[in-house]
């Protein structure tokens, strides 16, 4: 199945309203088992652009934690912030843009359509748009309805909680469900065994898109909640079993931390990028952190070249966010992976 453009077209009006108040908490819910429409055996990619249809080099970009609402709350996210992101991230023109959950801050119809609103330079740039399903999805509806509207905004995706992406032929991006079991046994982690066992020899990069990190600064005073939980932990436990066994180097993109981190584990690269315009939080940086700089706050995205033999990053931060018009855009970090030949 070939997807050419992951497209919002849906207008405000046509997304679903009445969604009850209140039914259920967006924070720290447990993952519950989901239904798939994906066989378990050994899969193919849900949707695949050929090589042709990419531009050389490979540009794509991973970021999330927007939580798009009505530009009167700035204290939930910050409107100037976000709109200046969208914009940063049109520019770069990048063949994928994969949003790592919290899109909306509550999975109803009114913050749906300022996504729809807020990103139309995206839709008019043709960018191809691929979001992992996070926690706020959930928030302020019952599951079905969230679900109904996240597949609405996002159609080609209808009947599918996690799906796969070929960047075409070196890059795989998949995004994951962490508010689904990632347990073993799990349906969604059969899933996700079946379609590794299907990874062709000259995928070099295979990118995970999910909202709750594996892998993350551990908080022993603040945000203590927001410490990886043992649904994603057995997912990197996993991940590093299965780093040894590959050609393509594994990265890890999350969110849920409204900061960046960046970890290496068991040859797994982990980042945490969950600068997208919500409402920022200072971390406890550990040693592992491989980020160690004093920003703050650290509203970015994360830029990815692919080369022959490499795939280049850099963690791109906005540097004015308290201005009236944020504009001003820093390299704040950069990273390498070597790809095999």
């Known amino acids: 199945m070939q997807l050419v453009r992951l497209t919002t077209v849906v207008a405000a009006a046509l997304i679903l309203s009445g969604c009850p108040r209140a039914l259920d908490s967006a924070h720290e819910r447990s993952p519950v088992p989901a239904t798939s429409p994906a066989s378990t055996s050994a899969q193919p990619a849900s949707f695949s652009l050929p090589d042709a ?3 050389n080099p490979l540009v794509f970009i991973t970021y999330g934690d927007m939580r798009f609402t009505h530009v009167g709350e700035v204290n939930a996210s910050l409107p100037m912030v ?3 992101l969208v914009a940063k991230v049109a520019a770069e023109n990048p063949a994928a843009v994969f949003l790592n959950g919290d899109l909306p801050w ?7 359509a300022v996504y729809v609103h807020e990103t139309e ?3 008019e740039r043709g960018l191809r748009v691929y979001p992992a399903l996070g926690n706020h999805e959930f928030s302020q509806c019952t599951e079905a309805e969230c679900l109904e509207r996240w597949w609405t ?4 995706l209808r009947g599918r909680r996690w799906y796969s992406v070929a960047l075409g032929s070196k890059v795989l991006g998949v995004a994951l469900d962490s508010e689904s079991s990632l347990l073993a046994g799990s349906e969604q982690r059969a899933w996700l065994q079946g379609l590794v066992q299907h990874l062709g020899n000259g995928v070099r990069v295979l990118l995970i898109v999910m909202h709750h990190p594996p892998v993350a600064d551990i908080q022993t005073e603040t945000l203590t909640s927001h410490n990886p939980r043992p649904n994603e932990i057995a997912l990197a436990e996993y991940l590093g079993t299965l780093a040894p066994t590959l050609k393509a180097k594994i990265l890890v993109s999350a969110a ?3 900061n960046y981190e960046r970890f290496l584990q068991s040859g797994v690269t982990y980042l945490v990028s969950g600068g997208g315009g919500a409402h920022p939080y200072e971390v406890e940086r550990t040693a592992a952190d491989l980020y160690q700089d004093k920003d703050f706050p650290n509203f970015h995205y994360v830029r990815f070249e692919l080369h022959t033999d490499r795939l280049e990053a850099e963690m791109i931060r906005l540097s004015d966010s308290s201005a009236a018009a944020p504009s001003h855009w820093e390299i704040r970090d950069r990273f390498t992976l070597a790809l095999p030949p």
């Open 153 to 156: 905004t996002f159609p080609e």
């Open 106 to 112: 509550h999975g109803v119809a009114e913050d749906y």
């Open 82 to 84: 976000r709109q200046a």
């Open 53 to 55: 249809a990419l531009p």
């Open 256 to 258: 849920h931390l409204h």
């Open 121 to 123: 330079v995206w839709r």
